[in-house]
Nanobody
Framework: VQLQASGGGLVQAGGSLRLSCTASGRTFSNAVMGWFRQAPGKEREFVAGISRSGGITYYADSVKGRFAISRDKDKNAVFLQMDSLRPEDTAVYYC??????????????????WGQGTLVTVSS
């Protein structure tokens, strides 16, 4: 499975971006998907996750109410809508996938496949 994240860029504080993650080699339809981010000088951290059906979503406290994860099985894609962006959201954002039976969506160790990352820069 190869994951491709896109949609990053430079945006002013308060603005919005929509990240996309597409897959090749295998369908996403039976994978739990997640978004993680790594800011300069910091460890990679969980941002959002979504269940196989799309009916359950998970968010880090720092992004609740501002970010929304969704998936489109027909397009074999997962999205991260980011609104009310803040300078502290600046990071490289990674999408990840796991096909394990009962993964912990917020744990990096649950994921087996990772995209290359897309840079989000929020200016103040």
């Amino acid at each position: 499975v190869q994951l491709q994240a896109s949609g990053g860029g430079l945006v002013q504080a308060g603005g919005s971006l929509r990240l996309s993650c597409t897959a090749s080699g295998r369908t996403f339809s039976n994978a739990v998907m997640g978004w993680f981010r790594q800011a300069p000088g910091k460890e990679r951290e969980f941002v959002a996750g979504i269940s196989r059906s799309g009916g359950i979503t998970y968010y880090a406290d720092s992004v609740k109410g501002r970010f929304a994860i969704s998936r489109d099985k027909d397009k074999n894609a997962v999205f991260l809508q980011m609104d009310s962006l803040r300078p502290e959201d600046t990071a490289v954002y990674y999408c990840a996938a796991t096909y394990r039976g009962q993964p912990r969506p917020i744990a990096q160790s649950s994921y087996d496949y990772w995209g290359q990352g897309t840079l989000v820069t929020v200016s103040s």
